[in-house]
């Protein structure tokens, strides 16, 4: 099976009529990976495979534009009739089980061992499913979160998550024939921490990583998808920049 990657979601920081929150299914060596759980995502998600057949999921952080229809997840697999022939790994930064516990109010996640087998990410975690290696990069956000590389068969898919201008980023996205990348804010404010991408920094990380190609996603209010790219396109000079749209396919 090649790297695929399928667009579930894209919008920030809520979603949106035909647009939901990020959400993305990678594809690869046997393997099927929910990649961030956004509001509306895990519908968007069986449209295009059966929720059952999931290997893994894979959580940047725990922003709930990136992790809440987790929620929704719990009630398909629970008690929705989409039983799962095993607990499904969830790979995820620490005190995820923690959040989902409470939203039940519960002590601790133990009610959901039989859907969830929750799997803390680290700088540098690794993990193999098939003949797909997925490799987490801590990145810079307002909370702990991460990067991700997927590679299969010579092949490498990179995806920022959420972040800032970082090292990280570099690590996750250097040499990537496809780099999905958030693109969130206009400009940066003096004085405040770097904690989103504006276009022009996705497009100086996707020409100092050196990528086959940037794909913008996670363009925020203040920005369309469209202007982002182009923004983004003016400064990764002679790389193929498009944007992410609901519902496409992409071979890497």
């Given at each position: 099976?090649?790297?695929t990657?399928?667009?579930?979601?894209?919008a920030s920081?809520?979603?949106r009529?035909?647009?939901?929150?990020?959400g993305?299914?990678l594809r690869g060596g046997g393997?099927?990976?929910?990649?961030?759980a956004g509001p509306?995502?895990f519908?968007?998600l069986?449209?295009?495979?059966?929720?059952k057949?999931?290997?893994a999921?894979?959580?940047?952080?725990?922003?709930a534009?990136?992790?809440a229809?987790?929620?929704?997840a719990?009630?398909g697999?629970?008690?929705?009739?989409?039983?799962?022939p095993?607990?499904?790994?969830v790979?995820?930064?620490?005190?995820l089980?923690?959040?989902?516990?409470?939203?039940?109010?519960?002590p601790?996640a133990?009610?959901l061992?039989?859907?969830?087998?929750f799997?803390s990410l680290y700088?540098?975690?690794?993990a193999?499913?098939?003949?797909?290696?997925?490799?987490s990069h801590?990145?810079e956000?307002?909370v702990?979160a991460?990067?991700l590389?997927?590679?299969?068969?010579?092949r490498?898919l990179a995806?920022s998550?959420?972040?800032?201008?970082?090292?990280?980023?570099l690590h996750?996205a250097g040499?990537?024939?496809?780099?999905l990348c958030?693109a969130?804010?206009?400009?940066?404010?003096?004085g405040?921490?770097?904690v989103h991408l504006?276009p022009?920094?996705a497009?100086?990380?996707a020409?100092r990583?050196g990528v086959?190609?940037?794909l913008?996603t996670?363009v925020g209010?203040?920005?369309t998808?469209e202007?982002a790219?182009?923004r983004a396109?003016?400064v990764?000079d002679?790389?193929?920049?498009?944007?992410a749209?609901?519902?496409?396919t992409?071979t890497?």
């Amino acid at each position: 099976m090649p790297l695929t990657l399928t667009v579930l979601g894209t919008a920030s920081p809520h979603p949106r009529p035909g647009r939901p929150c990020s959400g993305y299914l990678l594809r690869g060596g046997g393997a099927e990976v929910w990649v961030d759980a956004g509001p509306g995502s895990f519908a968007e998600l069986q449209r295009h495979t059966d929720a059952k057949r999931l290997t893994a999921v894979w959580i940047s952080h725990l922003h709930a534009d990136h992790s809440a229809d987790l929620l929704s997840a719990v009630y398909g697999f629970a008690y929705g009739g989409l039983t799962l022939p095993a607990p499904l790994p969830v790979y995820a930064p620490s005190h995820l089980a923690q959040r989902l516990a409470g939203f039940f109010g519960r002590p601790d996640a133990g009610f959901l061992s039989g859907v969830f087998d929750f799997r803390s990410l680290y700088d540098g975690h690794t993990a193999r499913h098939g003949d797909l290696l997925l490799t987490s990069h801590a990145v810079e956000h307002d909370v702990e979160a991460y990067g991700l590389r997927a590679e299969c068969e010579g092949r490498v898919l990179a995806y920022s998550g959420d972040s800032g201008p970082c090292d990280g980023l570099l690590h996750v996205a250097g040499g990537a024939d496809l780099f999905l990348c958030e693109a969130d804010i206009d400009r940066h404010c003096g004085g405040e921490r770097q904690v989103h991408l504006t276009p022009e920094d996705a497009g100086t990380v996707a020409e100092r990583a050196g990528v086959g190609e940037l794909l913008v996603t996670h363009v925020g209010p203040t920005l369309t998808p469209e202007s982002a790219t182009e923004r983004a396109a003016a400064v990764f000079d002679g790389g193929r920049t498009s944007t992410a749209r609901e519902g496409d396919t992409r071979t890497v």
